[in-house]
């Protein structure tokens, strides 16, 4: 498997003299390679004097240098306002593909560094131009789901996610699942434009308004430096070797257009495409596979946004033929792409779960491992997430926000806490 990609340094000429003056100021900030060669030295001194530390890995020490490294450096000053340039899209973003803009999305901040946090980085000279907000935003409008109020504010770079204010319970919870749908739409839109986003968070249940909504989160886009050798956009594995999962690895390449396909998105499709092992794989990673960039120097890349880093805040099941399964992206210390077998349904069981769902060709279910809200958030960027890969792949399919009837028919499967699902046709 290839590395994940360096960052690639930009060219001297593409700088003028305060920008390099600039830099040169934060550069006497960071620790440099010096100190981290003398910190190597010492962690081979440490571990000849202590041998349980011969069998750390190198990787592990690098992440461990970056952590500590991350706290030591201070917080960039950013450039005045009035020496930051206004900078379009970079060309080629209309032509990505879903799976590449999947593979390619990540998380960007003003530290100048992808391997201290997260790995995309803002381009601190440039500012996109408004109109190439609103492009954005437009281009990540869905279809309305519940038929309540779900939408999207936007004020110069930032935007902020509504909607309707709700008492804590099964109609909130569909709310949340559809604003994480509307959150994942626009994080997909700038990773196939090129743009940089992040979260700025408002509480695990987000924020109540004074005009009777909830504001969920609040998103920052502008401009981004290219962050996967020198480009925008990547089509590799993740750098740190696979632990060999039982499903094919996925197509990180793909055909159509992410913004081809995201407009059209409706919950029920009728396709012509065949459900095989390599399109149920495909699906499966689209909600929640493993992608090449780092966070905080980790191999936690994910085709969706996660809550520090978190990694249990939901799952994904999968009911195929007569046995249940849990989809693993992670194993052995590894990114992996995986199903593993739980149990086979009891025949009533499965035939009700398939007549009830329509699901013949198979039943994805995402389920939330907590009570806050974040959970059905991320719940609805795997539901997006696999929604647009089934209409990529032709296949036919229907997305399901889980009624109460719904939820107590996939529980009597064995799945705990279900939300959502993709019944396969």
Partial sequence: MKTAPKLAEPAASVFDNGERAFLKRESQHRPSRRLFLHGMAALGLSSSLFPGMAGISWASVEELFNRIRGRLISSPKLPP??????????????????????????TSDKDGDSKVFHWGMFDLFKKLRQEDVRHIVESARLPNMTGKGADILVSGSELTFRVEGAPKGFNRDRLMVESGMQQQAVCL???????????HGMGTEGTQTNDGYIATVRMEIDAMQPSYGGSFWTTDAPGEPWSQGNLPDPDRK???PLLKVLPGIHPIHSGNGSVTDESLGQVL???RGRTPHLYKSRHWGLTIPTTQGEQKISGVFLLRNQGLFEYLNHAKGRPTHAIEHLRDLPAEVNRKV????????GLVVFVRNEEF?????????????????AAALGLGY???LLDEAQRALVESAGIKAPVAAIALQ
Wanted: charge should be positive.
């Fill in 373 to 389: 809200a974040r959970a059905f958030w991320e719940v609805g960027y795997q539901l997006l997430n696999a929604t647009l890969q």
């Fill in 189 to 199: 839109a700038c990773a196939a434009l090129g743009a940089g986003m992040v979260f």
């Fill in 398 to 400: 229907r997305t399901i």
């Fill in 285 to 287: 990673w689209a909600a």
């Fill in 354 to 361: 398939r007549h009830g769902f329509n699901a013949d060709a």
């Fill in 254 to 256: 793909g055909g159509r």
């Fill in 81 to 106: 306002e009035g020496e930051r340039r206004l900078s379009g899209l970079p060309e080629g973003g209309a032509g990505i593909s879903l799976e590449t803009a999947l593979n390619s999305r990540c």
